[in-house]
Nanobody
């Protein structure tokens, strides 16, 4: 079970930090990630973090978003800086190793 939180309304150029509480899956053992569903667009993978802490990002967010995790708390995070209106969407956290995704959190970036 995964529950994302931390979304909201922010002005362009601002920052948000999303959190994802994970239950039933150990983040230290799995590849975890964040994806986004923007209005009228296909779901997009944004960032992944492996069991060893290796990270990868979509070109659209590289240099602006940072994925991290806390193995002890079994949490994953997405720090989003320099937000743009096109970052608006529903953000989901998931366990890529098991292809399980939780409910999303809405992020709206105003211009």
């Amino acid at each position: 079970q995964l529950q994302a939180s931390g979304g909201g309304l922010v002005q362009a150029g601002g920052s948000l930090r999303l959190s994802c509480a994970v239950a039933g899956t150990a983040v230290r053992l799995n590849t975890m990630g964040w994806s986004r569903q923007a209005p009228g667009k296909e779901r997009e993978s944004l960032a992944t973090i492996t069991s060893g802490g290796g990270t990868d990002y979509a070109d659209s967010v590289k240099g602006r978003f940072t994925i991290s995790k806390d193995n002890g708390e079994n949490m994953i995070y997405l720090k989003m800086d320099s937000l743009k209106p096109e970052d608006t969407g529903i953000y989901y956290c998931g366990c890529l190793s098991r292809q399980v995704w939780g409910q999303g959190t809405q992020v709206t970036v105003s211009s």
